[in-house]
């Protein structure tokens, strides 16, 4: 089976940097997603870290420590059109779907 | 290209009755799937296919049933509804992708009275 934790509210300013944590727990570990929900929307898919390191796209970066079992996304100069939750995601390797952890509410206050 | 469709959009059932939420896509995936949202939850996968005449169970099966006779199409239907099954829906599919990077559809809202 396969947890992931993260944490359930960030709150950061707009124009700042803000980190979303996420540790797993796997038996079956390939990789590690991320995708973004607005409040009565469906999730869209952001990033995905298959080796450890640093992934960019434009303002979000994704970054994975397998040794660690840990992985955060960035996002860099906030706008207010990113409060929206966000979730962690992995998948044990098989067709089998991905496991999601709760989400983190991100609120970006003016 | 629509992408990934859901209908109904809402729906309200009384316990006891059944129901087929309906999900299609023209993206060519192989892959499609059921995902349940519930407050405080995250997403936890339902049923999944990996391509026509092949349907797998997920996470939380448990009063759904799914079949998978086109690629394009994969229904999913409560037997007999319970206020458990209270829910937002999401169908997703995904290509050569892999499962990773999934797409999702717009989600049907169901309330089971």
């Known amino acids: 089976g396969q947890s992931l934790e993260q944490p359930s509210e960030v709150t950061a300013v707009e124009g700042a940097i803000v980190q979303i944590n996420c540790t797993y727990q796997?038996?079956?570990?390939?990789?590690l997603s991320w995708y973004q929900q607005h409040d009565g929307g469906a999730p869209t898919f952001l990033s995905y870290n298959a080796l450890d390191g640093l992934e960019e796209t434009g303002r979000f970066s994704s970054f994975l420590s397998r040794s660690d079992s840990y992985g955060y996304l960035l996002l860099q100069e906030l706008q207010m059109k990113d409060s929206a939750s966000y979730f962690c995601?992995?998948?044990?390797?098989?067709?089998?779907?991905?496991?999601f952890g709760k989400g983190t509410h991100l609120i970006i206050q003016p | 290209n629509a992408g990934v469709t859901q209908t109904p959009k809402f729906q309200v059932l009384k316990t006891g009755q059944s129901m087929t939420l309906q999900c299609a896509q023209d993206?060519?995936?192989?892959?499609m799937s059921w995902y349940r949202q519930d407050p405080g939850m995250g997403l936890r996968l339902i049923h999944y296919?990996?391509?026509?005449?092949?349907?797998d169970q997920g996470e939380v099966p448990n009063g759904y049933n799914v079949s998978r006779s086109t690629t394009e199409d994969f229904p999913l239907r409560l037997l007999s509804a319970a206020p458990s099954q209270t829910s937002v829906y999401f169908c997703?599919?995904?290509?050569?992708?892999?499962?990773?990077?999934?797409?999702f559809g717009p989600g049907t809202r169901l309330t089971v009275l």
């Open positions: 296919s990996v391509g026509a005449g092949i349907t």
């Open positions: 796997t038996s079956g570990f390939y990789g």
């Open positions: 995601a992995s998948s044990g390797g098989g067709a089998d779907g991905l496991t």
């Open positions: 993206m060519n995936h192989e892959y």
């Open positions: 997703a599919t995904s290509g050569l992708a892999g499962v990773n990077e999934q797409f």
